[in-house]
């Protein structure tokens, strides 16, 4: 079974940067790969996805302080995360799949952005 391995969140004070990495196991590729996040009493939605054919897209909220990226010799999807705000506070989860949302998801990891 697939498993999608993630790192890189943790708290940060307004203004900073976190970076996120996940990597399926087992070397699989996926056509498209993202990031979603889901806040306390939040529905979970669609932060940034990238797919082989380098389309991407990024939540309005994110344009211009997120970049999403893959490096495909380390088969690995990155979420570079500049000018952090304290809305962006939430659960980061990685997704996989033919198309997002895919079926393939990680644990999850706590992004806090403190003011």
């Known amino acids: 079974q697939v498993q999608l391995v993630e790192s890189g969140g943790g708290l940060v004070q307004a203004g900073g940067s976190l970076r996120l990495s996940c990597a399926p196991s087992g070397g699989i590729m996926f056509n498209a790969m993202g990031w979603f996040r889901q806040a306390l009493g939040k529905q979970r939605e669609l932060v940034a996805a990238i797919s082989t054919s380098g389309s991407i897209d990024y939540l309005d909220s994110v344009k211009g302080r997120f970049t999403i990226s893959r490096d495909y010799a380390k088969n690995t999807v990155y979420l570079q995360m500049n000018n952090l705000k304290p809305e962006d506070t939430a659960v980061y989860y990685c997704?996989?799949?033919?198309?997002?949302?895919?079926?393939?998801w990680g644990q999850g990891t706590q992004v806090t952005v403190s003011s």
């Open positions: 997704n996989c799949g033919r198309r997002l949302p895919g079926n393939i």
